[in-house]
Protein backbone atom coordinates (compact mmCIF):
# COMPACT_ATOMS: atom_id res chain seq x y z
CA UNK A 1 0.00 0.00 0.00
CA UNK A 2 1.34 3.32 -0.82
CA UNK A 3 0.05 6.36 1.12
CA UNK A 4 0.44 10.37 0.34
CA UNK A 5 -0.57 12.83 2.53
CA UNK A 6 -1.52 16.14 1.44
CA UNK A 7 -4.70 18.06 2.79
CA UNK A 8 -6.36 14.70 2.01
CA UNK A 9 -5.17 10.96 2.37
CA UNK A 10 -5.37 8.96 -1.17
CA UNK A 11 -4.49 5.22 -0.89
CA UNK A 12 -3.71 3.01 -3.45
CA UNK A 13 -5.05 -0.42 -3.04
CA UNK A 14 -2.55 -2.00 -4.92
CA UNK A 15 -6.07 4.01 -10.22
CA UNK A 16 -14.20 10.72 -19.62
CA UNK A 17 -14.27 7.41 -21.54
CA UNK A 18 -11.56 6.21 -23.06
CA UNK A 19 -11.41 8.87 -26.86
CA UNK A 20 -9.05 8.92 -29.86
CA UNK A 21 -6.75 11.02 -27.82
CA UNK A 22 -5.32 8.90 -25.40
CA UNK A 23 -3.03 5.87 -26.51
CA UNK A 24 -3.10 2.26 -25.83
CA UNK A 25 0.03 0.70 -24.40
CA UNK A 26 0.14 -2.99 -24.77
CA UNK A 27 3.21 -5.28 -23.95
CA UNK A 28 4.10 -8.75 -23.43
CA UNK A 29 4.73 -10.55 -20.42
CA UNK A 30 7.96 -12.99 -21.12
CA UNK A 31 9.37 -14.29 -17.85
CA UNK A 32 6.63 -16.91 -17.34
CA UNK A 33 7.61 -20.41 -17.05
CA UNK A 34 7.17 -23.25 -19.27
CA UNK A 35 5.27 -24.76 -16.97
CA UNK A 36 2.61 -22.46 -15.09
CA UNK A 37 3.44 -25.61 -12.30
CA UNK A 38 6.80 -23.88 -11.73
CA UNK A 39 5.97 -20.43 -11.34
CA UNK A 40 7.34 -19.08 -8.01
CA UNK A 41 5.49 -16.00 -6.59
CA UNK A 42 8.56 -13.68 -5.79
CA UNK A 43 6.02 -11.81 -3.14
CA UNK A 44 5.42 -12.11 0.44
CA UNK A 45 1.89 -13.63 1.50
CA UNK A 46 0.77 -14.22 5.12
CA UNK A 47 -1.49 -16.92 6.03
CA UNK A 48 -4.43 -16.02 7.93
CA UNK A 49 -4.70 -16.02 11.29
CA UNK A 50 -7.85 -17.88 10.67
CA UNK A 51 -11.14 -18.41 9.18
CA UNK A 52 -12.72 -15.73 10.71
CA UNK A 53 -10.70 -12.43 10.32
CA UNK A 54 -12.27 -10.71 7.24
CA UNK A 55 -11.34 -7.89 5.03
CA UNK A 56 -12.85 -4.64 6.75
CA UNK A 57 -15.67 -6.59 8.03
CA UNK A 58 -16.81 -8.16 4.76
CA UNK A 59 -17.74 -11.78 4.10
CA UNK A 60 -16.60 -14.83 3.47
CA UNK A 61 -17.23 -16.14 0.08
CA UNK A 62 -18.28 -20.18 -1.39
CA UNK A 63 -16.96 -21.01 -4.24
CA UNK A 64 -19.55 -21.58 -6.62
CA UNK A 65 -20.16 -17.21 -5.40
CA UNK A 66 -18.11 -15.03 -7.66
CA UNK A 67 -16.52 -17.92 -9.99
CA UNK A 68 -15.22 -15.32 -12.36
CA UNK A 69 -12.48 -13.76 -9.76
CA UNK A 70 -8.93 -14.30 -10.52
CA UNK A 71 -6.15 -13.85 -7.74
CA UNK A 72 -3.20 -12.29 -9.94
CA UNK A 73 0.52 -12.94 -8.22
CA UNK A 74 2.62 -10.86 -10.16
CA UNK A 75 6.14 -10.87 -10.28
CA UNK A 76 8.41 -7.76 -11.20
CA UNK A 77 12.34 -6.81 -11.41
CA UNK A 78 12.65 -5.92 -7.78
CA UNK A 79 10.02 -8.47 -6.11
CA UNK A 80 6.36 -9.59 -5.99
CA UNK A 81 2.88 -8.51 -5.16
CA UNK A 82 -0.86 -9.12 -5.78
CA UNK A 83 -3.91 -8.01 -7.16
CA UNK A 84 -7.18 -9.16 -7.89
CA UNK A 85 -8.92 -9.30 -11.84
CA UNK A 86 -12.34 -10.88 -13.39
CA UNK A 87 -12.76 -13.21 -15.81
CA UNK A 88 -14.49 -10.82 -18.92
CA UNK A 89 -13.84 -13.64 -21.95
CA UNK A 90 -12.41 -17.35 -22.14
CA UNK A 91 -8.85 -15.38 -21.96
CA UNK A 92 -9.08 -12.18 -21.00
CA UNK A 93 -9.40 -10.56 -17.23
CA UNK A 94 -10.53 -7.19 -16.29
CA UNK A 95 -7.90 -5.34 -13.26
CA UNK A 96 -6.32 -1.96 -12.49
CA UNK A 97 -4.11 -0.13 -14.27
CA UNK A 98 -1.49 0.43 -11.14
CA UNK A 99 -1.07 -3.11 -11.06
CA UNK A 100 1.32 -3.02 -13.90
CA UNK A 101 1.72 0.52 -14.88
CA UNK A 102 5.38 1.81 -14.40
CA UNK A 103 6.73 -1.54 -13.29
CA UNK A 104 9.20 -4.21 -15.07
CA UNK A 105 6.86 -7.18 -15.22
CA UNK A 106 8.52 -10.61 -15.03
CA UNK A 107 5.74 -12.96 -15.21
CA UNK A 108 2.15 -12.63 -14.01
CA UNK A 109 -0.35 -15.76 -12.84
CA UNK A 110 -4.10 -15.80 -12.78
CA UNK A 111 -5.26 -18.31 -10.43
CA UNK A 112 -9.11 -19.46 -10.83
CA UNK A 113 -11.94 -22.10 -9.23
CA UNK A 114 -11.86 -21.68 -5.88
CA UNK A 115 -12.63 -19.06 -2.89
CA UNK A 116 -9.93 -20.98 -1.04
CA UNK A 117 -6.30 -20.57 -1.67
CA UNK A 118 -5.65 -23.74 -0.14
CA UNK A 119 -8.02 -25.57 -2.75
CA UNK A 120 -7.84 -26.84 -6.07
CA UNK A 121 -7.58 -23.71 -8.37
CA UNK A 122 -6.58 -23.63 -11.96
CA UNK A 123 -3.17 -21.66 -12.81
CA UNK A 124 -3.04 -19.64 -16.20
CA UNK A 125 0.20 -17.42 -17.15
CA UNK A 126 -0.54 -14.00 -17.96
CA UNK A 127 1.05 -13.50 -21.49
CA UNK A 128 0.69 -9.90 -22.36
CA UNK A 129 -0.95 -6.63 -20.64
CA UNK A 130 -2.99 -3.47 -22.25
CA UNK A 131 -3.66 -0.28 -20.39
CA UNK A 132 -4.24 3.32 -21.47
CA UNK A 133 -2.24 6.25 -21.57
CA UNK A 134 -4.50 9.77 -20.59
CA UNK A 135 -3.12 12.14 -23.49
CA UNK A 136 -2.56 14.69 -20.61
CA UNK A 137 0.38 12.40 -19.23
CA UNK A 138 -1.10 12.33 -15.48
CA UNK A 139 -5.12 11.71 -15.18
CA UNK A 140 -4.37 7.94 -16.38
CA UNK A 141 -7.85 5.48 -16.52
CA UNK A 142 -7.17 3.29 -13.89
CA UNK A 143 -8.29 -0.05 -15.94
CA UNK A 144 -6.19 -2.61 -17.88
CA UNK A 145 -6.49 -6.26 -19.27
CA UNK A 146 -4.79 -9.30 -19.17
CA UNK A 147 -4.59 -11.82 -21.98
CA UNK A 148 -4.34 -15.16 -20.84
CA UNK A 149 -2.11 -18.23 -22.50
CA UNK A 150 -4.95 -20.49 -22.97
CA UNK A 151 -8.67 -19.94 -22.61
CA UNK A 152 -9.48 -20.75 -19.20
CA UNK A 153 -12.31 -23.87 -18.48
CA UNK A 154 -15.72 -22.78 -17.85
CA UNK A 155 -16.97 -24.89 -14.82
CA UNK A 156 -19.31 -24.81 -12.22
CA UNK A 157 -16.37 -23.03 -9.76
CA UNK A 158 -14.95 -20.93 -13.23
CA UNK A 159 -16.96 -18.55 -15.16
CA UNK A 160 -16.92 -15.31 -17.26
CA UNK A 161 -18.56 -11.92 -15.82
CA UNK A 162 -21.09 -9.75 -17.75
CA UNK A 163 -19.70 -6.65 -18.75
CA UNK A 164 -22.54 -3.30 -18.76
CA UNK A 165 -24.24 -3.59 -22.46
CA UNK A 166 -23.26 -0.93 -24.96
CA UNK A 167 -26.70 1.10 -24.03
CA UNK A 168 -25.26 1.80 -20.82
CA UNK A 169 -22.31 3.21 -22.38
CA UNK A 170 -21.14 6.27 -19.84
CA UNK A 171 -24.02 5.36 -17.47
CA UNK A 172 -22.76 6.91 -13.93
CA UNK A 173 -24.33 4.42 -11.74
CA UNK A 174 -25.62 6.64 -9.20
CA UNK A 175 -27.30 5.34 -5.62
CA UNK A 176 -26.22 1.44 -6.68
CA UNK A 177 -25.69 -0.96 -4.39
CA UNK A 178 -23.21 -3.37 -5.23
CA UNK A 179 -20.39 -5.55 -4.24
CA UNK A 180 -17.01 -5.43 -3.76
CA UNK A 181 -14.44 -8.86 -4.51
CA UNK A 182 -11.36 -9.03 -3.64
CA UNK A 183 -8.16 -11.22 -2.67
CA UNK A 184 -6.37 -8.30 0.03
CA UNK A 185 -5.44 -7.51 2.91
CA UNK A 186 -7.88 -8.40 5.77
CA UNK A 187 -5.34 -5.99 8.64
CA UNK A 188 -2.21 -5.11 8.10
CA UNK A 189 0.57 -7.59 6.31
CA UNK A 190 -2.25 -10.10 6.81
CA UNK A 191 -3.74 -12.22 3.81
CA UNK A 192 -7.03 -14.02 3.51
CA UNK A 193 -6.96 -17.35 3.17
CA UNK A 194 -9.99 -17.20 1.74
CA UNK A 195 -11.49 -14.61 -1.01
CA UNK A 196 -13.45 -11.93 0.19
CA UNK A 197 -16.58 -9.88 -0.73
CA UNK A 198 -18.38 -6.05 0.63
CA UNK A 199 -21.26 -3.99 -0.45
CA UNK A 200 -21.13 -0.38 -1.27
CA UNK A 201 -23.36 2.10 -2.84
CA UNK A 202 -22.45 4.49 -5.37
CA UNK A 203 -23.08 8.35 -4.20
CA UNK A 204 -22.82 10.94 -6.88
CA UNK A 205 -20.58 13.15 -7.43
CA UNK A 206 -21.23 16.03 -5.92
CA UNK A 207 -21.16 14.37 -2.53
CA UNK A 208 -18.08 13.28 -2.62
CA UNK A 209 -14.42 14.95 -2.17
CA UNK A 210 -12.89 16.66 -5.49
CA UNK A 211 -10.12 14.12 -6.01
CA UNK A 212 -12.68 10.90 -5.51
CA UNK A 213 -15.08 12.49 -8.46
CA UNK A 214 -14.85 12.33 -12.25
CA UNK A 215 -15.86 11.41 -15.52
CA UNK A 216 -14.01 7.82 -15.00
CA UNK A 217 -14.31 7.23 -11.41
CA UNK A 218 -17.57 6.21 -9.00
CA UNK A 219 -17.53 6.82 -5.55
CA UNK A 220 -19.06 5.06 -2.99
CA UNK A 221 -19.52 4.43 0.94
CA UNK A 222 -20.72 0.98 3.01
CA UNK A 223 -24.50 1.13 3.18
CA UNK A 224 -23.86 0.23 6.90
CA UNK A 225 -21.00 -0.33 8.96
CA UNK A 226 -17.35 0.36 8.31
CA UNK A 227 -16.17 -1.90 5.33
CA UNK A 228 -13.11 -0.98 3.44
CA UNK A 229 -10.68 -2.29 0.85
CA UNK A 230 -7.22 -3.08 1.50
CA UNK A 231 -3.74 -4.29 -0.86
CA UNK A 232 -4.31 -6.67 -3.04
CA UNK A 233 -7.89 -5.82 -4.23
CA UNK A 234 -6.99 -3.72 -6.38
CA UNK A 235 -8.68 -4.71 -10.06
CA UNK A 236 -11.58 -6.77 -8.36
CA UNK A 237 -14.73 -6.46 -9.42
CA UNK A 238 -17.76 -4.57 -8.09
CA UNK A 239 -20.67 -6.30 -9.45
CA UNK A 240 -24.77 -5.62 -9.68
CA UNK A 241 -27.90 -8.05 -10.26
CA UNK A 242 -30.01 -6.70 -13.31
CA UNK A 243 -33.87 -7.06 -13.40
CA UNK A 244 -32.73 -10.46 -15.43
CA UNK A 245 -31.05 -12.37 -12.68
CA UNK A 246 -27.42 -11.61 -13.97
CA UNK A 247 -24.40 -10.32 -12.28
CA UNK A 248 -23.12 -7.23 -14.57
CA UNK A 249 -19.30 -6.26 -13.50
CA UNK A 250 -19.86 -1.78 -13.57
CA UNK A 251 -16.37 -0.77 -11.21
CA UNK A 252 -12.94 -2.31 -11.02
CA UNK A 253 -11.55 -1.18 -7.25
CA UNK A 254 -8.84 0.78 -7.59
CA UNK A 255 -8.60 3.53 -4.24
CA UNK A 256 -9.96 4.58 -1.03
CA UNK A 257 -9.95 8.45 -0.20
CA UNK A 258 -9.94 9.59 3.21
CA UNK A 259 -10.73 13.25 4.58
CA UNK A 260 -10.96 12.99 8.80
CA UNK A 261 -13.05 10.17 9.38
CA UNK A 262 -14.95 9.76 6.31
CA UNK A 263 -14.02 7.27 3.64
CA UNK A 264 -14.91 6.80 0.24
CA UNK A 265 -13.93 4.30 -2.03
CA UNK A 266 -13.11 4.95 -5.57
CA UNK A 267 -13.72 2.99 -8.26
CA UNK A 268 -13.42 2.94 -12.31
CA UNK A 269 -17.04 2.92 -14.24
CA UNK A 270 -16.50 0.44 -16.84
CA UNK A 271 -19.53 2.23 -18.48
CA UNK A 272 -16.87 4.17 -19.84
CA UNK A 273 -14.53 1.97 -21.61
CA UNK A 274 -16.95 -0.15 -23.34
CA UNK A 275 -16.21 0.39 -26.70
CA UNK A 276 -12.08 0.39 -25.62
CA UNK A 277 -12.64 -3.23 -24.12
CA UNK A 278 -14.17 -4.28 -27.29
CA UNK A 279 -11.66 -2.87 -29.69
CA UNK A 280 -8.65 -4.49 -27.31
CA UNK A 281 -10.95 -8.09 -26.95
CA UNK A 282 -14.17 -8.28 -29.03
CA UNK A 283 -16.26 -8.76 -26.39
CA UNK A 284 -19.46 -6.68 -26.07
CA UNK A 285 -22.94 -6.72 -25.51
CA UNK A 286 -25.51 -5.28 -27.38
Request: proline letters at 4%.
Amino acid sequence: MKFCFCLITLSLICFVSAGSSEETTTFDITGNPENIEDFVFQGKETASKGPRLQISNGRQATNTQFPYVAELAINTATGGFLCTGSLIGRNWILTARHCIAGKTITSIRASLGSADRQGARTHIAVVSATYINAADGVNHPDIALFRLAQNAPITATIKTIRLPKMSKANFAYDNYQFTAIGWGLVSPGVFSRYLQYTFFKTLPKTSCLPVNTGIYYMCSKPPTGTSQLLGGDSGGPGVIVEADGIETQIGVNVAYVTSGTNIWQKTTRVSNFLTWIKTQTGISYV
